[in-house]
C-alpha cells in the first residue's frame, strides 16, 4: 500500500495532503496550481516535503517527523515510474533506444534489453516503430513510447502527470483502454492527474479531489460524481444545477426546502433539522423534460422558456429560465436523437426527481 501524509510549503502556496492507496489508479483532479503535479514530484523525490511521510509496501521513502528524525531515500531507489506532460523523450535517441534507456548497464544483458523493449513495443502498440526518432512519431505514438519507458523499469508505482492533455479525443480514448490493459497486467499503483472529466469517469477507481493545497474529498468516482461533499466539488465534476436551500418543513416522511426562488421536496432525512441551511445539487442528466400530460408529476415540476441550446454532439444541453418572480435556470443534458424538435424560445415542463437530489451540509 502506498502511503502518503506530506506538507510542502512553496512561497505563499502550502500543499497540506495525506491518502493510501492500494494497486489501484488514483485520479488527481481539480483546478490548475492546487498541487497535483507537487504531489507526485514529492512521492517522486522530485521534490522534499517540509515533513511528513511517504511509503510504499513498508519502504520508507521520506519521513520527517516533530522529533525532526529524518529518511529522505534516494530516487533511482523508489522504483518510480514518472510519465511527464511533455513525454521528454530524448530527440537524438529512437524508439527503442528511449525505452531501453533505463535499464542500460543495469544487470540485464544485451539480448534480454531487447526481449523486455518488444514486448513493451508491442503491448502499447508500437510495433514497427523502434527505429523511429520521436520526430518521426504522432502525439500519440510518443505519450506511449513515454509510458514504455517508465514500465521498463519494472516500477512499483507509475505516476502520470496530464500526460494524453495534449492529444484529440480518439487518441486519448485508445491510450486510456492502453493504461487500464497496463494497470491489469502490473497490478501496481498508478497516480494520474488529470482537468478532463472523462479520464476521471473511465480510469478512476479512486479520486482525489483537490483545492487549494488540499484534498477536498476522496473517494469512488461514483461517490465524487454523485455525492459531492462539498459546493466546489460539485462545481468541478460538473454538477451544474446548484442552489441555497433552508428546510422549511418536515411531514408525512417528506421533507421541504425552499429559498427566495423556489421550494422542492425530498425524502425525509433525520439529519436535517428545521430551519438548517443546505446546498442541493442535481446533474443535468438527471433532469427529465415533460413532453406531455402523462408524464405530469404534482411535486418538483417546473414550467420555464428554453434561453439557449448546446449541441454536445451525443448530448444536447438546454438552459432553461424558470417562471418565477425572481428567476432562476435549471441546466439539463438528454441524449441527442434526429427527433429533436426544441427550439429556443419553447416553453418546457421539467421535473427533478426526489432521488436524485444530493443534499450538502453546510455545517
Avoid: W
Avoid at 531507489?77 to 511533455?86: A, L, N, P, S
Avoid at 509510458?147 to 480514448?173: G, Q
Amino acid at each position: 500500500m502506498l502511503k502518503v501524509n506530506v506538507y510542502k510549503k512553496l512561497g505563499d502556496f502550502e500543499l497540506d495532503v495525506k491518502f493510501e492507496l492500494n494497486n489501484e489508479i488514483l485520479v488527481l483532479f481539480g483546478p490548475s496550481g492546487c498541487g497535483k503535479t507537487t504531489t507526485l514530484e514529492l512521492i517522486a523525490g522530485l521534490k522534499v516535503p517540509d515533513r511528513g511521510e511517504i511509503s510504499n509496501q513498508e519502504v520508507t521513502f521520506f519521513s520527517k517527523l516533530a522529533n525532526n528524525s529524518k529518511e529522505d531515500l534516494p530516487i533511482n531507489k523508489r522504483r518510480i515510474g514518472y510519465v511527464f506532460q511533455d513525454y521528454s523523450l530524448f530527440p537524438h535517441m529512437t524508439a527503442f533506444e528511449n525505452i531501453a534507456y533505463g535499464i542500460q548497464g543495469s544487470i540485464f544483458s544485451e539480448q534480454e534489453i531487447k526481449e523486455k523493449v518488444n514486448e513493451l513495443l508491442a503491448e502499447l502498440r508500437l510495433k514497427g516503430l523502434a527505429d523511429h526518432y520521436p520526430e518521426e512519431l504522432s502525439g500519440g505514438q510518443q505519450q506511449r513510447v513515454a509510458i514504455a519507458r517508465a514500465l521498463i523499469v519494472e516500477p512499483d508505482i507509475l505516476l502520470l502527470d496530464e500526460p494524453f492533455s495534449a492529444l484529440d479525443t480518439l487518441v486519448r480514448e485508445k491510450l486510456r483502454q492502453d493504461l487500464l490493459r497496463i494497470h491489469a497486467e502490473f497490478e501496481i499503483p498508478i497516480i494520474y492527474v488529470t482537468h478532463n472529466l472523462t479520464d476521471v469517469f473511465e480510469l478512476a477507481d479512486q479520486v482525489a479531489v483537490y483545492n487549494e493545497g488540499t484534498i477536498e474529498q476522496f473517494g469512488t468516482k461514483e461517490e465524487v460524481f454523485y455525492r459531492p461533499q462539498t459546493r466546489n466539488v460539485a462545481r468541478f465534476v460538473e454538477s451544474k444545477n446548484i442552489f441555497d436551500m433552508s428546510v422549511v418543513t418536515k411531514y408525512d416522511s417528506e421533507i421541504v426546502l425552499n429559498n427566495e426562488k423556489f421550494s422542492i421536496i425530498i425524502p425525509d432525512d433525520s439529519s436535517l433539522k428545521i430551519g438548517e441551511e443546505v446546498i442541493i445539487t442535481i446533474r443535468p442528466e438527471f433532469i427529465q423534460i415533460i413532453s406531455n400530460d402523462l408524464e405530469r408529476r404534482n411535486k418538483n415540476l417546473y414550467a420555464g422558456q428554453i434561453i439557449k441550446i448546446l449541441n454536445k454532439g451525443s448530448i444536447v444541453r438546454l438552459f432553461i429560465k424558470v417562471f418565477s418572480k425572481k428567476g432562476f435556470d435549471f441546466i439539463v443534458d438528454f441524449a441527442y436523437d434526429s427527433n429533436f424538435k426544441l427550439a429556443v424560445g419553447d416553453n418546457i415542463d421539467v421535473y427533478l426527481p426526489a432521488n436524485k437530489i444530493h443534499i450538502i451540509s453546510k455545517n
